[in-house]
């Protein structure tokens, strides 16, 4: 009923700019926390940036000051602004949404479910 799909991501040099964008479609009631995360080869996966429905946000060390994490609430939409990419940037990324959609076209019941996309590989060359 609720589909996150993620789009963006490739090869850049080091140094460069990619952006991310996730956006989810279905009987969408609200979006709470979004989040990117990121696994890089032989690595667990890790919390890259994190917004709430309010706009507050929050990211890993790594990449304070580098990337920005935004989403537009009437669009079902966010975004990961990655810029000043590094070779320990690469990783597949994957967005991260807890959606709360309707069970019906009455609008008389919604559920909450944590939902993922699908994972976008990002390589920065050095």
């Known amino acids: 009923q609720v589909q996150l799909v993620e789009s963006g991501g490739g090869l850049v040099q080091a140094g460069g700019s990619l952006r991310l964008s996730c956006v989810a479609s279905?009987?969408?009631?609200?979006?709470?926390?979004m989040g990117w995360y990121r696994q890089a080869p032989g690595k667990q996966r890790e919390l890259v940036a994190a917004?709430?429905?309010?706009?507050?946000?929050n990211y890993v060390d790594s990449v304070k000051g580098r990337f920005t994490i935004s989403r537009d609430n009437a669009k079902n939409t966010g975004s990961l602004q990655m810029n000043s990419l590094k070779p320990e940037d690469t990783g597949v990324y994957t967005c991260?949404?807890?959606?709360?959609?309707?069970?019906?076209?009455?609008?008389?019941?919604?559920?909450?479910?944590?939902?993922w996309g699908q994972g976008t590989q990002v390589t920065v060359s050095s």
């Open positions: 991260n949404a807890e959606i709360t959609y309707y069970g019906d076209r009455s609008g008389l019941y919604y559920y909450t479910e944590d939902y």
């Open positions: 279905g009987r969408i009631r609200s979006i709470n926390a």
């Open positions: 917004i709430t429905s309010g706009g507050s946000t």
